[in-house]
């Protein structure tokens, strides 16, 4: 992990700390890896796309289709795979990050949303499909943390 992953920010963003309201301190990225590897629970989908619509449904529920089709979305009762909680971990690490390098939760929605040139055109939520494509969204979140140029 990334030495300045903020595994607390980021098992609140997936809802995770409130299954660890008895020992929050706990959190660490090695109990999000954990959780990750046995399936995120389905909410903790729902929860990232709400936060990064910032209220708008439509925009939640595309957000959610482009992390798990929709037909098979619908199949998830309780937990997502593996595969589709390491997608909806990299969105929510990312949007912590975003917050942290832009300042606020509105300006992290808009960065995750906009299609960014350094992206080839695509934004920050369609690049993090791949682990290559996280890492250049992660490139770009650490210039602007740290007033680099691109």
């Known amino acids: 992990m990334l030495s300045n992953y903020?595994?607390?920010a980021v098992a609140e963003?997936?809802?995770l700390v409130l299954l660890r309201a008895s020992r929050p301190s706990a959190v660490s990225s090695v109990f999000?890896?954990?959780?990750?590897?046995g399936g995120l629970p389905r909410d903790a989908l729902r929860r990232v796309a709400a936060l990064i619509a910032g209220g708008d449904k439509a925009k939640a529920s595309a957000l959610e289709?482009?992390?798990?089709?929709k037909t098979t979305l619908?199949?998830?009762?309780?937990?997502?795979?593996p595969q589709e909680?390491?997608?909806t971990e990299r969105i929510a690490r990312l949007f912590v990050q975003a917050r942290?390098?832009?300042?606020?939760?509105?300006?992290?929605?808009e960065f995750m949303t906009t299609p960014h040139p350094e992206l080839n055109g695509c934004n920050p939520i369609e690049?993090?499909?791949?682990?290559?494509?996280?890492?250049r969204v992660e490139q770009i979140l650490n210039a602007l943390e740290y007033g680099l140029a691109l």
């Open 100 to 109: 942290r390098a832009l300042g606020a939760d509105a300006e992290a929605r």
């Open 32 to 37: 999000i890896e954990k959780a990750v590897e």
């Open 65 to 69: 289709r482009g992390v798990v089709p």
């Open 74 to 81: 619908e199949r998830r009762e309780s937990k997502l795979s």
């Open 127 to 135: 690049a993090a499909k791949t682990d290559l494509g996280t890492r």
């Open 85 to 87: 909680s390491e997608r």
């Open 13 to 15: 963003v997936l809802g």
């Open 6 to 8: 903020d595994a607390k």
